[in-house]
Structure formats: C-alpha cells, structure tokens
C-alpha cells in the first residue's frame, strides 16, 4: 500500500512532462482530475466535467442518475423523424409534435399527455367508403343518397336465384315489404297501393286504367261481373250464353221484360231490323232470310172485353191482303169476319 501525502498526485507523460499528463488532486470530499484542458470533479454522487471534456463509451447506471446541461444541439441525433408513409419530417428533441385531424373527417384531442385520434360527430368522407362487414346500420332520422341508382343483392355472379326475396323492407306494427319473387318471376308487395288523383297505372307506357276509366289499350278482358252501368257502348257482337235473358227494366226497375233464345238453335241465326219505323198497326214480319220489315197485321180481338174491336182492317185494297177479325153481333154472339178486296173494292164477309 502507498500513501501519498500533499496536495496532489501528479502523472507525468512519456516525455517526463506531469502538465500535459494530469493530476489527481484532493479537495475537501471531492476528488478532481486535471488534465491539462479541463476538470473532472468526483463528488459525493455527482461527477462534473469541464466544458471541453468528452466522455467515450462512458455508462451511466442507476436509475436516478441524469445528465443535465447538455445542449440538443450537441447530441448526435438532435432531432426525430416523423412519417406518414410518403413524406418524412424531422421534429427537434424539446419541440413540439403537433397531431392534427381533418375538418369532419378526424377529431384529435389531448389531455395529460395522452394524446386521442376518432371520428368527430359529424363526418364528411371525401373519397370513397367501402364497407366489408356483414352489416351496415345508420341510427338515422334522414338518409339522403345522391346516386340516381341504389342496387340492392349485388354478389360478384348476380342471378334472379341470388334476387329472390331481396327488397325493401319498412318495420310497421307489421313489416311492409317489396320484393322480387323469383319462383314467380315478379316483384311482389304484401300491401295496397294508391295512386293518387291524376295518375294512372301504365304498361309499356301504355294506360290501362285510372281512377274512372279503362285505358284504350285495354281490348279484352274477362270479366264476370260489372255492376252497374250507366252506359254502354259496344264495338263488336254481344253474347249472353246458355239461354241468358236480355231484360229491359220497367221505370222503377221493379220488373222487366225481355228475350231469350230457344232451348235448341240447329244454326246461328241474326234479324236484321228496318232502317224506320212501321205505321200504325203494322208488324214486323221476315222474308225468311233474317230480314225484317214492316207489314200490316191480321185481325184480331180480346176476348175478355164486352165487345170486340176490329184491330186491323185492309186500307188500301191494291195492296193490302186479306183481314181476318172478329167482332160482337150483340151482347150474347161474337161473329168471324173477314174482309177481302172484289171488284177493286173492300168487301166485308161474315164467315163464321
């Protein structure tokens, strides 16, 4: 063991020369290295350099240990490097690194040093928005989409199987829905649906009915019942089938009179009417081809009246044939009469 006593402990170099080498010197607790250029100063805990001395490959241990006035400047690396992918940034140690967001897209806030990046309550997406989730759900009041065209059931191989049932649905007391019915080739809704006034009901952009009228389009149907009609025109020929009875109602509707065709028709027949009308007492009578005309009739009387009346008479002998009619001899006989033309004149002739 040695001792040094004095005030210092003095190392010469290889040239003899202790100023250029260094000293160790004792004051009071401290211990302080002199080489020539600067202090190091070994105290109770701290080590104080000079202002020009360099430490290589030094450590400092404990994890109370700090190194203080040392200037960023003077480190090597001076500064960190912020990134988004594609443009780089260098932030100085002891500056600030500023997080910002986008307006209505971003929301950045920071409290005690913690730093939070979210969506705000607004948002404003400017590019697009894809979502590959299985659900997408907006708890909203409004929806508007600008896209003239919404597409609904889109897969990468779109069928009318991969359609069937897709729609829309609106949630009511029960669901209210639209929807492609594939087993039937046709969109289908389980509600009623009213066409307000004005507007009609197309196909084709042809009309086929309205509120009052049957569009003109519309040339068949298959009807089996109308109710009333406060007109009717007819373009074509009318059937009622199976003996039906054309009934013509009296005043009140209350009873009718009518036609209807025999049991059996062996062949189709039609009458065709006169362009006018016959003059008093005439008849209508056939030329046996479906054409009627106008013709006097054949005498005839009531018999539930006191007296008989002569119902038709030849007025004309040139033309008219004979009449048959009956008429009263008195209060208790009826008699048959005839009346024929002889010698250019009528003759009345009782026959029976």
């Known amino acids: 063991m040695t001792v040094v006593k004095g005030t210092r402990?003095?190392?010469?170099?290889?040239?003899?020369?202790?100023?250029?080498?260094?000293?160790?010197?004792?004051?009071?607790?401290?211990?302080?290295?002199?080489?020539?250029?600067?202090?190091?100063?070994?105290?109770?805990?701290?080590?104080?350099?000079?202002?020009?001395?360099?430490?290589?490959?030094?450590?400092?241990?404990?994890?109370?240990?700090?190194?203080?006035?040392?200037?960023n400047g003077s480190l090597t690396n001076s500064s960190i490097t912020i990134s988004d992918g594609s443009n780089t940034s260098p932030v100085a140690l002891g500056g600030t690194l500023t997080v910002q967001g986008t307006a209505n897209e971003v929301e950045v806030a920071e409290s005690s040093g913690t730093v939070t990046v979210g969506l705000p309550n607004n948002v404003t997406i400017a590019g697009n928005l894809t979502v590959s989730g299985t659900q997408t759900i907006l708890n909203t009041s409004t929806l508007q989409v600008e896209d003239k065209n919404i597409e609904i059931a889109k897969v990468s191989s779109p069928s009318d199987t991969t359609a069937d049932g897709a729609g829309i649905t609106i949630k009511g007391a029960t669901d209210k829905t639209i929807t492609w019915d594939n087993a039937n080739d046709n969109l289908t809704s389980n509600q009623d649906w009213n066409i307000v006034t004005s507007k009609s009901y197309k196909i084709n952009n042809a009309v086929v009915l309205n509120a009052t009228t049957l569009g003109t389009s519309v040339v068949g149907s298959s009807l089996t019942s109308v109710g009333t009609l406060t007109s009717l025109t007819v373009g074509g020929a009318v059937t009622l089938n199976a003996q039906n009875e054309l009934r013509l109602g009296d005043s009140d509707s209350s009873n009718h009179v009518g036609f209807k065709s025999p049991a059996t028709v062996s062949s189709n027949i039609v009458w065709t009417l006169p362009a006018t009308d016959g003059s008093n007492g005439q008849a209508l009578v056939t030329n046996a081809s479906g054409v009627l005309s106008w013709a006097s009739a054949g005498g005839a009387y009531d018999h539930g009246a006191t007296t008989y009346s002569i119902i038709s008479t030849p007025s004309n002998p040139a033309t008219d044939k004979v009449t048959v009619y009956a008429k009263d001899i008195d209060s208790n006989n009826e008699g048959l009469y005839m009346k024929c033309r002889k010698n250019g004149s009528i003759v009345e002739v009782q026959i029976a």
């Open 9 to 71: 402990l003095e190392f010469a170099d290889a040239s003899g020369d202790p100023a250029t080498a260094g000293y160790l010197q004792r004051n009071g607790n401290d211990l302080k290295w002199h080489n020539g250029s600067g202090v190091i100063t070994l105290g109770q805990g701290t080590v104080t350099a000079g202002s020009t001395t360099t430490f290589t490959n030094k450590t400092i241990s404990g994890s109370g240990n700090t190194i203080s006035n040392i200037a």
